[in-house]
């Protein structure tokens, strides 16, 4: 409303010019008027003073001087606005000066000497009186025109300005805050009218994105999980001939303690010493098949991004249950799985699931680049770190998941593409190429990011930023 009122105020005070500038003019005109009836009325004075002296004179000659006096009695009026007076003696020097009457003398010769002259006045009142009630009139009708204009002005600026860009602004507000509210309906045909038509078709036009990025944001999340769900699986592929062998040597033991037990070769407590080996040899497949199905299924019905269900996670343990999947797979390749975690971790909030994909892509990458004996290093600490300027730059503590091998290292040309979908080095059937940017594009989402260390035939570090007091 502070524009409504402007626009009153400002038009008041055109207004008030305007009628300020036309009681001016309207004095200057009363001025001239004023000015034009002294001059009638020094003329009429002149003329019906010259008319009485003329009448007189002959009068006198004729008749004598009371005959003479005799005609100025029926000149008076009655109200004394207009008088006429006899003096007798020389004609003054001056005439006489008043603010409540105008005086005019004429002289009287009778055969050629003065006997004296007529004294014409005629009251200033009805002037006076004519000045003020124009002025009061026209200060009325100026006051009575101000008031009425400030009334239309107040009525055009509030109901024609104020009120409909007071909806206007909440509805831009409304907008700025992401509700999308119903449409204006401002009947006014005028700029503010077209205007809030416009806010109507942009809303429209907004509701229309934003159920078109609905569905295609709903597109997207089901194609990333998709094409998470198939690194996945792409990872137990390569785990499963390791895990084959570590399945095959319990169920072997099992075998023979199960002939062993039907052929009658062993009984009482050598039985039952058997059959304690084949229930812990089952256990030992049954949690290796579990550990890989949880893998492979990686709850596929949690979205990825900031609206997957997250919970408190013990790194260290999750860790361990991952090297226990990809234990196999180094013994194949004579390599040792170390992993060293730090006292006291905080436990972040992460999506479990997801966070083991991570770690089981970079474990398989480096037991894959690998090609002589040695070592795959894992460890976890808690440090100081600065996060890239993509995610704010803020300093703080993070925890670092860092995996290091010992193999043939990545060239410089290719490192910066490592984290592009599709992108691989490897001989076709070997690869996806979607482990690395299913790796990044996960631990983005949990605020964190990957850095990349390598030289070649050195090895390469792959370290993995967590913030530790991230909400899921």
């Not at 001025?31 to 009638?40: I, K």
């Not at 997957?308 to 990809?326: C, G, I, N, Q, Y």
Request: hydrophobic share 45%.
């Amino acid at each position: 409303m502070r524009l409504a009122r402007k626009l009153i105020l400002a038009t008041l005070a055109g207004i008030a010019l305007v009628l300020a500038a036309s009681a001016y003019f309207r004095y200057l005109h009363v001025a001239r008027e004023l000015e034009q009836f002294e001059r009638d009325m020094i003329m009429d004075h002149e003329v019906l003073g010259r008319t009485l002296a003329d009448a007189m004179v002959r009068v006198w000659e004729k008749q004598g001087r009371d005959e003479a006096l005799s005609l100025l009695h029926n000149v008076s009026t009655p109200d004394g606005r207009f008088r006429v007076r006899w003096v007798e003696g020389e004609l003054r020097a001056a005439p006489t000066l008043s603010q409540e009457r105008h005086y005019t003398d004429v002289p009287i010769r009778v055969r050629g000497q003065a006997v004296g002259f007529v004294e014409l006045s005629e009251s200033r009142g009805y002037e006076q009186a004519y000045v003020r009630d124009t002025l009061i009139r026209t200060a009325w009708a100026t006051l009575a025109a101000l008031c009425v204009a400030a009334l239309l002005a107040a009525v055009l600026g509030v109901y024609m300005v104020g009120r409909p860009l007071a909806r206007l602004t909440q509805k831009a507000r409304s907008i700025g805050a992401g509700d999308l509210p119903g449409p204006l309906n401002l009947r006014q045909r005028d700029e503010i009218g077209e205007l809030a038509r416009e806010f109507d078709a942009m809303c429209d036009r907004l509701a229309q994105a934003r159920s078109s990025l609905a569905g295609e944001t709903e597109a997207r999340v089901r194609a990333i999980e998709q094409l998470r769900h198939a690194d996945r699986l792409a990872t137990v592929g390569k785990l499963a001939s390791g895990i084959a062998h570590e399945v095959g040597t319990p169920l072997g033991v099992a075998l023979v303690r199960a002939n062993m037990i039907f052929s009658g070769r062993i009984a009482g407590d050598e039985a039952r010493e058997g059959a304690r080996i084949i229930g812990e040899q089952v256990e030992r497949i049954a949690r290796i098949i579990r550990q890989l199905l949880d893998f492979a299924r990686g709850q596929l019905v949690r979205p990825p991004g900031a609206g997957a269900r997250r919970e408190p996670v013990d790194l260290a343990d999750l860790v361990e249950k991952t090297l226990s999947l990809v234990q196999p797979m180094a013994e194949k390749r004579q390599l040792t799985l170390d992993f060293y975690a730090a006292p006291d971790l905080p436990k972040p909030s992460l999506d479990q699931a997801q966070i083991q994909q991570v770690l089981l892509n970079l474990v398989v990458n480096s037991i894959h680049a690998s090609d002589r004996p040695g070592k795959v290093a894992v460890d976890i600490s808690l440090v100081n770190a600065t996060a890239p300027a993509d995610l704010g730059g803020a300093k703080g503590e993070y925890l670092c998941l860092s995996v290091a091998d010992q193999g043939v290292g990545i060239p410089p040309e290719i490192l910066p593409r490592i984290f592009e979908p599709f992108f691989t080095t490897k001989s076709v059937g070997e690869g996806t190429g979607l482990g690395l940017s299913v790796a990044y594009g996960i631990v983005r989402e949990h605020g964190g990011w990957i850095d990349v260390q390598s030289a070649a035939r050195e090895g390469s570090r792959f370290s993995i930023y967590l913030p530790v007091n991230r909400v899921g």
